[in-house]
């Protein structure tokens, strides 16, 4: 397989994308509510996908909840915001780790129903006041340790329902002045704060089927050339030595304009720095046969991460009974509407 997660036109397969992942054979291909219309429709396109791609190969979904869902009302459950379960937790310890454990496992079993075994969640950065709110109410929170444990348990919700989750953004993304879907944000300082979440949680979930994904940053005290993504210094470094992440890294969307030059260019960048897999998410058709024809294939261990899968304590019938004992704990669901600050930088 050739380590590179693609994105795709639009909610049924073209001829040309059939054919691209015959012959090409990516590791996985993440979709977008531009790929989404209803669960038939969605069913279809993945089991459809399913035929085609090898066994290993994953199926993502951005699904956080609040701004950030492709899966959204009326067909499926909304979800709440990170901030929503971080301010439960400040008033009610035990009931926000609940909340979070029980949205991690309902988003995990809504996007297991419709095909999917991967998502891109939690978000672990850190809400830094001042700082671009692309993050924004997408954090738990200010603090390092709240964000640690409510992202840990929405991970173990996630794990639950059979899903593989999916850290991001490392090693931090909170602190940028910048979105990185339209530049490059450049961040001067160490981030000891920013890295605790990571770290202990890297630490809590060795050897399970976690993903971690790149932050499109600057760094300047760890490397003033290149961004995390393209760094072999914050990869190797930080990445695996000090935060001690050993799981499969993939990059985010190398077509974010924080990176520049041309795409099979990044693809062979993203890996050479460290990344295991490759993520592109246009769905253009020639961008895309450009990066899986000039991407290299995955290597042994990321082959092995990739293939690895979480045993399910959770099933899709116990959906319901998690969702009611979730309303009971009188979690606000608002966020929900606003404006999904990832979703229009990706082709509609």
């Known amino acids: 397989m050739k380590?590179?997660?693609?994105?795709?036109?639009?909610?049924?397969?073209?001829?040309?994308?059939?054919a691209m992942l015959h012959t090409q054979r990516p590791a996985g291909v993440i979709l977008f509510r531009r790929n989404i219309s209803d669960p038939a429709q969605l069913k279809a396109l993945t089991a459809r996908l399913r035929s085609i791609l090898p066994s290993e190969a994953a199926l993502?979904?951005?699904?956080?909840?609040?701004?950030?869902?492709?899966?959204?009302?009326?067909?499926?459950?909304?979800?709440p915001p990170a901030a929503v379960i971080g301010r439960l937790y400040e008033a009610d310890k035990k009931a926000g780790l609940r909340a979070a454990w029980l949205t991690g496992a309902l988003i995990g079993l809504d996007c297991m129903g419709a095909g999917f075994d991967v998502v891109c969640a939690p978000v672990l950065d850190l809400l830094v006041p001042g700082?671009?709110?692309i993050v924004g109410d997408r954090a738990y929170g200010t603090d390092p340790g709240t964000v640690t444990l409510l992202g840990g348990a929405v991970m173990e919700g996630l794990l639950a329902a059979g899903v593989r989750p999916v850290m991001k953004h490392v090693p931090g993304h909170g602190r940028a002045h910048a979105d990185s879907h339209l530049e490059l944000p450049v961040v001067p300082d160490e981030l000891p704060a920013e890295l605790e979440p990571f770290t202990r949680n890297a630490a809590r979930f060795a050897g399970l089927p976690v993903w971690a994904m790149t932050a499109h940053i600057l760094y300047e005290a760890w490397d003033r050339l290149r961004p995390a993504t393209l760094s072999p210094v914050v990869i190797g470094q930080i990445i695996r030595q000090r935060i001690g992440f050993n799981g499969l890294l993939v990059s985010d969307d190398i077509a974010m304009k924080a990176l520049s030059g041309d795409p099979v260019s990044l693809t062979r960048q993203t890996l050479a720095a460290g990344c295991d897999v490759v993520l592109h998410c246009t769905g253009v058709q020639a961008e895309t046969q450009a990066v899986l024809e000039g991407c290299p294939l995955l290597t042994d261990q990321a082959h092995t991460l990739l293939a690895a899968r979480p045993v399910a304590s959770i099933s899709i019938g116990d959906g319901e009974s998690l969702a009611q004992e979730r309303e009971r704990l009188g979690l606000l669901e608002d966020?929900?509407?606003a404006k999904d600050p990832t979703e229009g930088h990706h082709p509609a």
Not at 8 to 15: D, F, I
């Open 131 to 133: 700082a671009h709110d």
């Open 3 to 18: 380590a590179a997660i693609i994105g795709l036109s639009g909610p049924t397969l073209t001829s040309a994308e059939e």
């Open 60 to 79: 993502l979904v951005d699904q956080e909840g609040g701004r950030v869902a492709r899966l959204r009302p009326p067909h499926w459950r909304s979800h």
């Open 335 to 337: 966020g929900i509407r």
